[in-house]
Nanobody, 124 residues
């Protein structure tokens, strides 16, 4: 499966962005999906994950109440709505897919496919 992340950009603190992850190649609807991010000089970290149906989600504590992960299986696309953005949210955001389970966890090792990343920059 190929993943293409998009929607990043430059936004002021308090603003919003919506990231998209378009999938192609295989059965998107059966995969657990997730978003990760990597800030300069830091390790890649988990942001959010969603089950195959979209019925289950979980988030890292720092984005709870601000970010919402969702998916549209008919469009083979996953989203990350990011509100109330903070400068510490600045990072390259990656989408990922796990072909072995319907709902993946927070470890990057669980995911099999990765998008190329999209830059999110939040100015103060």
């Amino acid at each position: 499966v190929q993943l293409q992340a998009s929607g990043g950009g430059l936004v002021q603190a308090g603003g919003s962005l919506r990231l998209s992850c378009a999938a192609s190649g295989r059965t998107f609807s059966s995969y657990g999906m997730g978003w990760f991010r990597q800030a300069p000089g830091k390790e890649r970290e988990f942001v959010a994950a969603i089950s195959w149906s979209g019925g289950s989600t979980h988030y890292t504590d720092s984005v709870k109440g601000r970010f919402t992960i969702s998916r549209d299986n008919a469009k083979n696309t996953m989203y990350l709505q990011m509100n109330s953005l903070k400068p510490e949210d600045t990072a390259v955001y990656y989408c990922a897919a796990d072909e072995h389970t319907y709902y993946s966890g927070s470890s990057s090792d669980e995911y099999d496919y990765w998008g190329q990343g999209t830059q999110v920059t939040v100015s103060s």
